[in-house]
């Protein structure tokens, strides 16, 4: 008896060794979720008066995603990525953070950015050429 006691004790005590090890790690993904989605490096950050549009490069490809200011409400939010001479990539979600992440295969071309929160919008012009 007092055996079963000591191996369900020592059982619990790595249980919860294992889960406060794992737990701070998915809690710094989460801070750091812009970067987990676009690899690369952050190139520019365009703001406007609802959020902003993170822009990240590496490897050929051009990503990019819209943050919200305020994430305080679920709100639509869309970002676009256009390489020149190619047709614009555009997703949306209702979220109270971030837009999906667009991902485009550029090489050298420049690019054309674009994002909205709720009223306030961003176009950029053709940038990172």
Not at 19 to 44: E, N
Not at 65 to 88: E, F, P, Y
Not at 95 to 106: D, F, G, I, L, M
């Amino acid at each position: 008896m007092t055996v079963r006691r000591l191996v369900l004790g020592l059982a619990l005590l790595i249980v919860s060794a294992l889960l406060t090890v794992a737990v701070p790690g998915s809690a710094q993904a989460a801070s750091s979720s812009s970067a987990a989605v676009c690899p690369g490096r952050k190139v520019r950050t365009l703001t406007f008066s609802t959020g902003s549009v993170l822009v990240y490069r590496g490897g050929g490809y051009v990503c990019a995603l819209t943050v919200q200011k305020n994430s305080a409400r679920n709100r639509l939010i869309a970002v676009s990525v256009q390489a020149r001479g190619h047709v614009a990539v555009r997703k949306a979600r209702k979220h109270t953070r971030t837009s999906p992440a667009v991902r485009v295969y550029a090489g050298h071309r420049c690019v054309r950015v674009a994002g909205s929160v709720a009223g306030g919008s961003y176009r950029s012009g053709w940038i990172l050429c």
